[in-house]
Nanobody, 123 residues
C-alpha cells in the first residue's frame, strides 16, 4: 500500500479531527492528492484536493469553511483538518493520487487509492 490514510475516529458533533495521508515510498510527490469519502449506502464523493506543491486547493461545497487540506512535502504527507464536524460527515475517508500535478474533483481521474479511515460523528 503506497498511500495510507489514518486519523479517523469517533467524535461528537462540533468537534475536530485531523486525517493524514502518508506516501511512504515518495511516489506521488509530483501529483495532486485528494480526499474522498463514502458513507454507507452512498457513492464515493469528492471532499478536497491539493496540488503537488500545495499552491492550489479545491473543496466540496459541503465542507468549505470547515475543512482544510494541506501538504508537508518533507514528510510526504497530506493532511485534512476537519473542524465543526457534523453527523453527515460520517463516512470512510480515502486519499488518492491524481493522474496529474494539480488534481481535480473528478473521481475517475484518480489512479492510486489508499486504505480508508473511518470517521464517525455522533449527534
Amino acid at each position: 500500500v503506497q498511500l495510507q490514510a489514518s486519523g479517523g475516529g469517533l467524535v461528537q458533533a462540533g468537534g475536530s479531527l485531523r486525517l493524514s495521508c502518508a506516501d511512504s515510498k515518495r511516489t506521488f510527490s509530483n501529483n495532486g492528492v485528494g480526499w474522498f469519502r463514502q458513507a454507507p449506502g452512498k457513492e464515493r464523493e469528492f471532499v478536497a484536493v491539493i496540488s503537488w506543491n500545495g499552491g492550489n486547493t479545491l473543496y466540496a461545497d459541503s465542507v468549505k469553511g470547515r475543512f482544510t487540506i494541506s501538504r508537508d512535502r518533507a514528510r510526504n504527507t497530506v493532511y485534512l483538518q476537519m473542524n465543526s464536524l457534523k453527523p453527515e460527515d460520517t463516512a470512510v475517508y480515502y486519499c488518492s493520487a491524481h493522474r496529474g500535478p494539480i488534481g481535480s474533483s473528478r473521481l475517475n481521474e484518480y489512479r492510486y487509492w489508499g486504505q480508508g479511515t473511518l470517521v464517525t460523528v455522533s449527534s
